[in-house]
T-cell receptor, first 113, second 114 residues
Framework: GNSVTQMEGPVTLSEEAFLTINCTYT??????LFWYVQYPGEGLQLLLK?????DKGSNKGFEATYRKETTSFHLEKGSVQVSDSAVYFC????????????FGKGTSLLVTP | KAGVTQTPRYLIKTRGQQVTLSCSPI?????VSWYQQTPGQGLQFLFE???????NKGNFPGRFSGRQFSNSRSEMNVSTLELGDSALYLC?????????????FGQGTRLTVV
């Protein structure tokens, strides 16, 4: 089967700090990789995605690169804002599991002014 | 266009009862998936429906079932509720499924079993 492991939170950062949230995966085939974000009281929103090795997904200043050699998809942002406070989920999908999203446990991020 | 709509937003049920949750996907989306979110287990896939047929199923007991109607709206049903079924149930819709298909999530239904 497949699985996703991401760093435990909560992560607390000051505004304008650099953010890294680690994510590694195991998969039987060639998965697509995603980062979703969940703001308080809301559902999940797709933040970015990458569908093949060496692809870089980016959105709203966030970036993640699909690294097949290290089976990783770490999320980074150069300068976080208070509005980035949320829970971030790394996920994968692949054909072997019918493209169902398999999520990591989530990492809670709190950005303080 | 309107997003994914889930009703109701909150539910309180008693052990042993059954419950039905509803999901209206984005117009034009034919695939609807359901996920359970709990603090302990995180987000877990329940099942996916496409064109009124269950196309994929996660590892949940038979008490969890679903269906999809011809207009792509979907319902999920949980029978003989247990305390452990308390969770946020999220519905996601997509045009279809595939390597790069984006899933759009609703705000969820918060089910509390007492």
């Amino acid at each position: 089967g497949n699985s996703v492991t991401q760093m435990e939170g909560p992560v607390t950062l000051s505004e304008e700090a650099f953010l890294t949230i680690n994510c590694t995966y195991t998969a039987t085939g060639y998965p697509s990789l995603f980062w979703y974000v969940q703001y308080p009281g809301e559902g999940l929103q797709l933040l970015l995605k990458a569908t093949k090795a060496d692809d870089k997904g980016s959105n709203k200043g966030f970036e993640a690169t699909y690294r097949k050699e290290t089976t990783s998809f770490h999320l980074e942002k150069g300068s976080v804002q208070v509005s980035d406070s949320a829970v971030y989920f790394c996920a994968l999908s692949e054909a072997d599991s019918g493209y169902a999203l398999n999520f990591g446990k989530g990492t809670s991020l709190l950005v303080t002014p | 266009k309107a997003g994914v709509t889930q009703t109701p937003r909150y539910l309180i049920k008693t052990r042993g009862q059954q419950v039905t949750l509803s999901c209206s996907p984005i117009s034009g989306h034919r695939s609807v998936s359901w996920y359970q979110q709990t603090p302990g287990q995180g987000l877990q896939f329940l099942f996916e429906y496409f064109s009124e047929t269950q196309r994929n199923k996660g590892n949940f007991p038979g008490r969890f079932s679903g269906r999809q109607f011809s207009n792509s709206r979907s319902e999920m049903n949980v029978s003989t509720l247990e305390l452990g079924d308390s969770a946020l149930y999220l519905c996601a819709s997509s045009i279809d499924r595939g390597r790069s298909t984006e899933a759009f999530f609703g705000q969820g239904t918060r089910l509390t079993v007492v």
